[in-house]
C-alpha cells in the first residue's frame, strides 16, 4: 500500500504542492519522493510509501535502465506478475511486482497492460519519448485512484482527492475532479506547453468479462461436475497468492461468515508457508457484542492470536468527523460501518506490528449476501444487482476498506474480490447463487460445509447489520450515533436541508451532519464522488440502510 501524486500542467507555487502531496501521507509513512521531470513543463511525481514487497529497490517512481524513458508511479499489488515474467521472458531488475507494467507497457503496447494484470491497482506511467501518459486501475477498483483534469489539458492524478482538491482551486478553467472508473484506462499525449490531450478512454473490464491473463489456478483443474470443490479451490488459491508480503499479515474477524472463512483459510496457508509468526485476529464490539463472542468461538477454532477492541460512545464521539474526511463520502451505511473498521485499524497500528490485513469484503456483492436479496423479484434481477454492487463496490464498501485501513498505514487484501474466484462464481447457474430456503450466501455456505474449516453454527450464522453486530440488539450503532448527532443539527437545519444540498438531500439529522462535514473538505464535489446513497432494493416504505427495517431481519434470534 502506498500514495500516487502526479501533476502535469498545472503551475502552482512549491509550497502548494509539498502542502497537497503531504495530504496522503498516511498512505505510505516510511518514506516519500517528490520529483521535477524537465520533459514535461510542471510536471511533477510523488510517492508515499510503506514498504510491504522489496524494501531496498521498491521506491517509486519507478526507472529501469533498460527502459530510461519511462516512469512508473502505481499503488497495487500484481500477483501474476512471475508468471508473466516466464510467459514474455521479461527479466526483473528488481523484486518489485509492480515493476512488470513497465515491460508490459514497452514489449506489448498501452492497451495490453491493464488487461494482462491479475492484481490491485492504480497507475500513472510516463513515457517521454512516446510523449504519453497511461493511467489505469483494477477491475473493481479495490486499489483506489482519482483524476483531476480540466478543459485546458490539466492533469493531476492521486490515490486520495484529498491531495487534488485544493489545487483545484487554481484551476481557471473549467475542470472536473472524480475517482478514475474501476476497470479503465486513458492514454494521454503530452503537448509541447506541457499540457495533455486525451486520446483514449477503454473499459478493458467489467464483472462477469472472460479473462485475458493466464489464471493462477488453469481452469482445466477444476472438477467439471463438483462446484463446491471449484468455489474452494479458488477461493482457497485466492488467499494463497495474496500472501505475497516481507511484512507481518494478520486478517479482521467480525466472526460473519466472510471474515471467517476468510481467517481459517489464511491460518491454512500460513501453516502451509511456514511463516515465522502466528497470524493475528482482531474483532471489535461494545462489550460482549455479538460479532466479539462469534470471533472468538472462530479465533478458538482455527487458532489465530486474537485480539479483541472494546469500544465505546466517546470513542465514537472522538473519531466521526475524522473518519467523514479519511472516507471522503457522506454515504449514511458507508460512515456506520466505517467507525469500528477505523478504531480497530488504529488498534492494529499502534499496538502490533501486523502491517498487511486480510478482510471479507466483496462476498455480499458477489454472493448475494444482503438480506433484501430475498426479495428479488427472480434470479435474473438477482444477477444483475449482484453486478451493479460489483461495479459500484469502489464507492461504498471497497471505500470504506481502503480508507479506514490506509488512514491507518496498512495494507488490506480481499480475496473475495480476486477476479478468477469472481469470474467463476458469476458464472454459475443464476437461481443456485440466490438464497435458498431463507439463507442468504447458501451456495457459500454449502461449499464448506462439513469440511470443519468453520465451526457449523459459524458456518450458518445469520446475516448480522454490522451496526448491530459491533453493539447489541437493544442500542444499535445507528442509535448511538443519533445520540451523539441531535444536538449538532438542529430541527430548522433539517427542514432547510433541500434547500441547501439539492443532490441526494439528506432526510435527517445523521445524514444532515455527515453531509455538512464532507461539505467543509470537500466542497462541491458530492455528486461527483457519491451519486447515490446505498439502499437495499426491493424493499418499501424504508429510508435508513440499515438491514434491521427489512422484515426478514432476524438478528434478534
Not at 240 to 263: E, H, N, Q, T, V
Not at 314 to 321: A, M, T
Not at 495 to 515: D, F, G, I, Q, V
Request: charged share 25%.
Amino acid at each position: 500500500m502506498c500514495g500516487i501524486w502526479a501533476l502535469f500542467g498545472l503551475n502552482a507555487p512549491l509550497t502548494c504542492i509539498c502542502e497537497n502531496f503531504g495530504k496522503i501521507e498516511h498512505r505510505g509513512p516510511e518514506a516519500f519522493k517528490l520529483e521535477y521531470d524537465h520533459a514535461v513543463k510542471n510536471g511533477y511525481l510523488g510517492f508515499h510509501r510503506l514498504a510491504i514487497v522489496d524494501d531496498l529497490h521498491g521506491m517509486q517512481p519507478m526507472r529501469l535502465y533498460k527502459y530510461p524513458h519511462l516512469f512508473l508511479l502505481c499503488n497495487g499489488e500484481i500477483y501474476n506478475h512471475k508468471q508473466i515474467g516466464q510467459e514474455y521472458g521479461f527479466k526483473y531488475v528488481t523484486q518489485c511486482d509492480v515493476e512488470v507494467i513497465l515491460h508490459l507497457y514497452e514489449n506489448c503496447g498501452a492497451e495490453n497492460v491493464a488487461k494482462m494484470l491479475d492484481g490491485v491497482f492504480g497507475f500513472c506511467l510516463m513515457d517521454i519519448k512516446k510523449r504519453r501518459i497511461l493511467i489505469g486501475r483494477d477491475p473493481y477498483g479495490v486499489r483506489p485512484l482519482f483524476k483531476l483534469f480540466s478543459d485546458d489539458g490539466q492533469l493531476a492524478v492521486c490515490s486520495e482527492s484529498k491531495g487534488l482538491i485544493e489545487l483545484s482551486k487554481r484551476i481557471k478553467s473549467k475542470w472536473t475532479l472524480k475517482p478514475f472508473s474501476p476497470g479503465y484506462y486513458e492514454e494521454y499525449e503530452i503537448l509541447h506547453n506541457g499540457r495533455m490531450k486525451l486520446l483514449s478512454t477503454v473499459n478493458y473490464y467489467k464483472p462477469g468479462d472472460k479473462l485475458s491473463f493466464q489464471v493462477y489456478t488453469p481452469w482445466n483443474e477444476l472438477n467439471k461436475t463438483d462446484v463446491h470443490e471449484n468455489i474452494r479451490t479458488l477461493l482457497s488459491n485466492a488467499v494463497k497468492k495474496r500472501l505475497m508480503a516481507d511484512r507481518r499479515i494478520g486478517c479482521l474477524l467480525s466472526g460473519g461468515l466472510d471474515s471467517s472463512l476468510i481467517a481459517a483459510l489464511l491460518v491454512k496457508h500460513a501453516k502451509e508457508a511456514n511463516l515465522p509468526y502466528k497470524i493475528q485476529s482482531f474483532a471489535i464490539g461494545m462489550g460482549d457484542s455479538p460479532d466479539i463472542v462469534a470471533a472468538r468461538q472462530v479465533a478458538d477454532h482455527i487458532g489465530t492470536d486474537h485480539h479483541e477492541i472494546i469500544f465505546s460512545k466517546e470513542d465514537v464521539e472522538n473519531i466521526l468527523d475524522k473518519v467523514i474526511y479519511h472516507l471522503e463520502t457522506f454515504d449514511i451505511t458507508t460512515i456506520r460501518a466505517s467507525i469500528g473498521m477505523y478504531l480497530i485499524s488504529k488498534y492494529i497500528k499502534h499496538n502490533t506490528q501486523s502491517t498487511v490485513i486480510f478482510s471479507g469484503e466483496g462476498a455480499d456483492e458477489l454472493a448475494q449476501g444482503y438480506i433484501y436479496f430475498r426479495d428479488a423479484p427472480n434470479e435474473l434481477e438477482a444477477h444483475s444487482e449482484s453486478l451493479r454492487l460489483l461495479k459500484d463496490i469502489y464507492l461504498y464498501d471497497g471505500l470504506r476498506a481502503d480508507r479506514t485501513t490506509s488512514a491507518c498505514s496498512l495494507e488490506l487484501r480481499v480475496p473475495f474480490l480476486d477476479l478468477q474466484f469472481t469470474n467463476y462464481y458469476l458464472s454459475l447457474d443464476s437461481v443456485t447463487r440466490q438464497p435458498q430456503g431463507g439463507i442468504e450466501k447458501h451456495l457459500l455456505r454449502s461449499a464448506f460445509d462439513n469440511t470443519n474449516l468453520l465451526p457449523s453454527n459459524i458456518l450458518w450464522r445469520h446475516k448480522e447489520a454490522f451496526s448491530d453486530g459491533v453493539t447489541s440488539i437493544k442500542k444499535s450503532l445507528f442509535q448511538i450515533i443519533h445520540e451523539i448527532i441531535k444536538d449538532r443539527v438542529t430541527d430548522e437545519d433539517l427542514k432547510a436541508a433541500h434547500l441547501k444540498y439539492s443532490h441526494c438531500t439528506p432526510k435527517t439529522k445523521e445524514a444532515l451532519y455527515y453531509r455538512n462535514i464532507f461539505e467543509k473538505y470537500y466542497e462541491g464535489q458530492a455528486e461527483s464522488f457519491t451519486p447515490y446513497f446505498w439502499m437495499p432494493r426491493w424493499v418499501k416504505g424504508i429510508n435508513d440502510p440499515s438491514a434491521r427495517y427489512i422484515a426478514h431481519y432476524s438478528a434478534e434470534k
